[in-house]
Nanobody, 130 residues
Framework: QVWLVESGGGLVQAGGSLRLSCAAS????????VGWCRQAPGKEREVVGV????????YYADSVKGRFTIDRDNAKSTVYLQMNSLRPEDTAVYYC???????????????????????WGQGIQVTVSS
């Protein structure tokens, strides 16, 4: 199992930027795909982006494509979510989540759902004011 802790959330005006960090501890971090998910009040949790074990593969939901970027530093066991051009509809609790690669499991890009991830951070609030 890997333990995840998010940081970097807060309040920002529309059009602004935030950078979330997800620090991992436990098992070999480079064996995990990491996703960023969010949940707004009254809505289901959704996957906004995923990065593969080696960072070669990434996926972004259409709602954030071109505005959000995920990268990772396996040496630091940390994944980042850079969020630019934020909109009020980006307001949510953001979670990082990890999925252990099983054997030669391929990176599935846009075919991950929240239940595919076995380890979760506690979540961090991002609020975008209009």
């Amino acid at each position: 199992q890997v333990w995840l802790v998010e940081s970097g959330g807060g309040l920002v005006q529309a059009g602004g930027s935030l950078r979330l960090s997800c620090a991992a501890s436990g098992r070999t971090f480079s064996n995990y795909a990491v996703g960023w998910c969010r949940q707004a009040p009254g809505k289901e949790r959704e996957v906004v982006g995923v990065i593969s074990w080696s960072a070669i593969g990434t996926y972004y939901a259409d709602s954030v494509k071109g505005r959000f970027t995920i990268d990772r530093d396996n040496a630091k066991s940390t994944v980042y979510l850079q969020m630019n051009s934020l909109r009020p509809e980006d307001t949510a609790v953001y979670y990082c989540a990890a999925r252990l690669r099983r054997g030669m499991e391929p990176f599935r890009g846009g075919n991950y759902v929240p239940t595919d991830f076995g380890s979760w951070g506690q979540g961090i609030q991002v609020t975008v004011s209009s």
